[in-house]
């Protein structure tokens, strides 16, 4: 067992690139000033940046620092709630043109990868899970879904046939996708960083905007500083909290947590995942995991609504590793950490504009690691003029979540539910 834990992420003790920028220290005019240096506003700096735009980017804390930097690096397809939800508001052909325009979120990054040399231990093949028997009908459901989008690529596996890839006994059967798959999460978010300010833009580290003006002519105010500016992003996801006010309600902070196994060498840790796809069961609260470039076990999961850490963290997750890995007892845990993913009441990601002059865009519901990038290019779209994209998505409405003292306690018992569910279904 770990004597002990380290404080950092894992992802953090294994970046390849270091990138440290200066705190705003005084008051400066741009074309676009973006709030976050993560996926989404990372991804519209890049966009402007390269054409021409000036662009300032403020950071609360540090480049990755939220979700983006933190997560556990799965490349997904699609929405998170299927395309019901979106042919529900929007009709199929718009729905599909939604679909579409996830597929070209991959690609995007697989484009920025390549373009920027960016080495973030890109691995394709994706396995959905299901733990109960009578489940399987549900991925041939989903494997048909799929098929009528144009989606190809796709397996469906028998509980025997997933146990000659998965080394494990604990669900019956999968989905196995070619065109999903993972990433070094943190890795990619430095390297789409260092692509941006190579294009000219600006990022300032420890600049949280503590007020912002969200009108025609939108303005940011650090501690230090201010942007004054033509054209204003929001994309601080999770991590805004109340700085926006119209904002706050439409998605809810959830954490989620990871723990990392001590290096197993390649032969054992080819015995867990025999080809290295990102792996996650069909539950509400999801179990997630996926091997690391240097062989490690990355296991995540045990979703929280209440903003607290659970005080037995380490030991739930390794019941949580365990139960689907029990040869992973004797393995020593070397990292513990968590962070908060955006999530909204309809699961779709929520953006649109706050004035003619500010968009916004976030909760991914899980989703964002090829998503943000997508939504980060189409507000970059919107600000130099062509919004067609970008008004399609904005078209899906959203109820926001319950406000004031209850709107915790209303998820947490919602939340509950769901577990319960989980266990019976």
Known sequence: ?????????YYIDSVNRI????ALQESIKADVCIIGAGYTGLSAALELAQAGYKVVVLEAETIGYGASGRNGGQICTGFSPGQSRLEAQLGKADAKRCFDLAEESKRLLVDRIANHKIDCDLQWG????????????DLEAWAEEYETLGYGGNTLL???????????????????????????????CLGLADAAIKAGATIYESSAAMDINTGTSPFAITAKGRVDAKFMIIAGNAYLGKTVKPLYGRIMPV???IVATEPLGENRAKSLIKDNEAVANTNFIVDYYRRSAD????FGGRASYSTMDPANLLQSMRKRMTSVFPQLDDVELTHAWGGFIAITSN???DCGRLSPTVFYAHGYSGQGVALSGLYGKLMAEAVRGTAERFDLLAKVKHLPFPGGTLRTPILVAAMMYYRLKDALA
């Open 1 to 9: 067992m770990a004597a002990s834990i380290s404080a950092h992420s």
């Open 19 to 22: 990138i440290k920028t200066q």
């Open 126 to 137: 994706y396995l959905h899970c299901v733990p109960k028997p009578h489940q399987f009908k």
């Open 158 to 188: 028998t509980k025997h046939e997933l146990e000659q890839k998965l080394g494990s006994t604990a669900y019956h059967g999968a989905l196995r996708e070619s065109h999903a798959g993972h990433i070094h999460p943190l890795n990619y």
């Open 255 to 257: 954490a989620s947590y």
């Open 295 to 298: 062989h490690r076990m990355l």
């Open 347 to 349: 699961r779709l990601p």
